[in-house]
């Protein structure tokens, strides 16, 4: 038993190692005084400030920021809709063909994805005239379009676990099924709906080859940046915003950890309150 403990203990250090060691190794080297990221030179904070000064990266991830947080949010109000229908509203007709429409992206090539994108987008062009051109306006379409699907299974996921008699004694009371939603519903699968914003902000930030079919020479996200200056040779640049990327990550992934934590406590106290009025 203590060998099977010692070797799980010992492949789980391993899984962990490889996945932060490199992320470790990363952000030391964004300090490092040398130009050179293979050789250590001492100490230094300099390419942040070189960073500072660098408009092309600084314009590429601010456009990056803005696509994925507007993106994420549009996929999380879509998403959340369509995660609804596919757990509240029984067997309908179409029931199958909208799941699997829904569930379609998650399986698609990204350049199957990108490439009918920028064909539809072209279409559309020559057709009414929008969108003009592609820049920020076809990119956010475009993640929406996949990360959606990621949204609506988190959420449907929740919902199927989600006790319905307690919205079933809200409608008895006489509550309108719009207030049971925001009062009741909303507030329980809070968690799932702030894990899939998380979740598409990541995927939009983190994509490269679909945002490379439907974007334009004046919209150039980070991810297109990185890979066309990567090709030349990593810069310690780079390394200084990839770190300043993971501190921001690492914020927010705390920052909703505690949040919800928060309302799960508050949750369990109210269940503890209304249990002790019942006795």
């Known amino acids: 038993m203590m060998r099977r403990s010692g070797f799980v203990l ?8 490889f996945l932060y060691v490199p992320i ?9 005084e040398s130009r050179l990221v293979t050789v250590w030179g001492g100490w230094s904070t300099k390419w942040y400030v070189g960073l500072l000064h660098n408009q092309q990266m600084l314009s590429a991830a601010w456009l990056s920021l803005r696509i994925a947080a507007l993106s994420a949010t549009i996929s999380v109000i879509l998403g959340t809709m369509a995660g609804m229908a596919m757990a509240r509203f029984g067997r309908f007709k179409g029931r199958t063909l909208f799941g699997g429409m829904i569930t379609a992206p998650l399986v698609m090539p990204e350049v199957i994805t990108g490439l009918s994108l920028l064909l539809l987008f072209v279409s559309l062009e020559q057709l009414i005239g929008w969108p003009e051109g592609r ?3 076809t990119i956010t379409i ?10 609506a299974v988190i959420v449907q996921s929740r919902l199927v676990s989600l006790d319905e008699s307690i919205e079933e004694a809200a409608m008895d009371l006489g509550a309108r099924p719009a207030k049971i939603f925001f009062v009741i519903t909303l507030p329980i699968i809070s968690p799932a709906i702030v894990s899939g914003w998380l979740l598409a902000f990541t995927l939009s930030l983190d994509d490269l080859v679909i945002a490379s079919f439907v974007s334009g020479p004046a919209s150039t996200t980070l991810p297109m940046v990185i890979f066309s200056s990567v090709r030349l040779g990593v810069t310690p640049e780079i390394n200084a915003l990839a770190t300043i990327i993971v501190a921001i990550v690492t914020t927010g992934i ?3 950890g505690v949040i919800m934590a928060r309302q799960e406590r508050i949750r369990r106290i109210d269940e503890q309150m209304a249990s002790a009025s019942n006795a």
């Open 10 to 17: 010992t492949m789980l250090a391993f899984g962990y190692a």
């Open 24 to 32: 470790i190794l990363l952000i030391i080297y964004s300090f490092n």
């Open 135 to 137: 820049g920020m306006t």
């Open 142 to 151: 475009a993640h929406v379009t996949f990360t959606m699907a990621f949204v």
């Open 254 to 256: 705390i920052a909703a």
